[in-house]
């Protein structure tokens, strides 16, 4: 299965976005699910994660803009990203993995093309 990340586009400084992390014809809800983001030239770096019964994690720096939840009656899990900066900029993807208090890339899979995010005044 590849989850399908979405909801990226082009908003300025301070602004918000929501992502959304679906798998049309997969169910979610028997796994833990986790954002990670890809800036051109660096590595893939965690973002969140929530469990499925709903345990969340943030990298420090983000936990105070970003919300991770989830929607079994959806089949979606989303990231609400708030006060947004230059430095958000990015791919950001969706995948399968053991959510912990810290996460790797490596761990995880179920990839998807990602949901570019950009922000830019």
């Known amino acids: 299965v590849q989850l399908q990340a979405s909801g990226g586009g082009l908003v300025q400084p301070r602004g918000s976005l929501r992502l959304s992390c679906t798998a049309p014809?997969?169910?979610?809800?028997?796994?833990?699910i986790g954002w990670f983001r890809q800036a051109p030239g660096k590595e893939r770096e965690w973002v969140s994660c929530?469990?499925?019964?709903?345990?969340?994690h943030y990298v420090n720096l983000l936990k105070d803009r970003f919300t991770i939840s989830r929607d079994n009656a959806k089949n979606a899990v989303f990231l609400q990203m708030n006060s947004l900066k230059p430095e958000d900029t990015a791919t950001y993807y969706c995948?399968?993995?053991?959510?912990?208090?810290?996460?790797?890339?490596?761990?995880?899979?179920?990839w998807g093309q990602g949901t570019q995010v950009t922000v830019s005044s």
């Open positions: 014809g997969f169910n979610l809800d028997y796994y833990d």
């Open positions: 995948g399968i993995g053991p959510c912990k208090w810290y996460n790797d890339y490596v761990d995880y899979g179920s």
């Open positions: 929530v469990t499925k019964n709903g345990t969340t």
